[in-house]
């Protein structure tokens, strides 16, 4: 990668995986093991989704417990896609030899969790007899 270039690579457009020259398979490997932990998130998402929906129907209201599942659902949905978008942004700025794009998602992901937490508290606090 080349140490002197500064600006990201421009958002991929048609047959993006034909640009630039194949990058050293390492890292494109390292880039699909990190696409998988975003899916691997995704499906641990879906999971509290039904899990919570299913196993935890006298704990709160059904408003509360379907707003959450809701949340997650939609959270996993929304990484799913966000995972295949950096997976090829980061394919193609290595093909290119530029910089890596940032990403605002993980910002996005973190705020998520303390927000499903607080909202986990309140469902378990409520179902207290």
Request: net charge positive; no cysteine; hydrophobic share 55%.
């Amino acid at each position: 990668m080349s140490q002197q270039d500064n600006t990201a690579a421009p958002r991929p457009r048609g047959k993006w995986w034909l640009a630039g020259k194949t990058p050293d398979y390492r890292f494109t490997l390292a880039n699909e093991r990190t696409f998988l932990a975003w899916i691997r998130t995704a499906l641990a998402f879906m999971a509290g989704a039904v899990g919570i929906e299913q196993f935890s129907p006298q704990l709160s209201s059904a408003g509360l417990r379907i707003g959450i599942s809701t949340m997650l659902l939609l959270a996993a949905s929304s990484m799913g896609f966000m995972a295949w978008l950096r997976w090829r942004r980061n394919e193609y700025a290595m093909r290119l030899e530029g910089k890596l794009p940032y990403t605002r998602a993980l910002a996005v992901v973190a705020i998520l969790m303390i927000v499903l937490a607080i909202l986990l508290v309140i469902l378990l606090w409520q179902g207290q007899p």
